[in-house]
């Protein structure tokens, strides 16, 4: 999968799930400084078997995802069963 199509479903993601996530486990790892963002970060990897690799641009501290590693081969073969379109 590209970057692009990772990215749709990380939006994805986030809107259904992500963003109702409201506890912070305290191995978070510190990425963008938000732990709002850097939890979901911390569960969109739990949950998808993805390590995402993001940047912080501009200013305006927009996140851009320019990469990803797979870490987990069936966490990411299921993710990908329910969220790809």
């Known amino acids: 999968m590209n970057t692009a199509e990772i990215s749709q479903i990380v939006r994805d993601w ?15 790892k ?12 911390y569960y969109f ?21 320019d990469g990803y590693e797979i870490v987990d081969e069936k966490k990411y073969a299921w993710f990908l069963l329910r969220w790809a379109r």
């Not at 986030?14 to 978070?28: A, E, H, L, Q, R």
């Not at 510190?30 to 970060?41: A, K, P």
């Not at 990897?45 to 995802?65: C, D, F, M, R």
């Open 45 to 65: 990897e739990q949950e998808s078997g993805i390590a995402l690799h993001v940047t912080i641009k501009g200013i305006s501290n927009s996140n851009l995802i």
């Open 30 to 41: 510190f990425v963008t400084g938000d732990y709002n963002i850097d939890r979901q970060l």
């Open 14 to 28: 986030s809107d259904m799930v992500g963003k109702k996530v409201t506890d912070c486990p305290p191995d978070v």
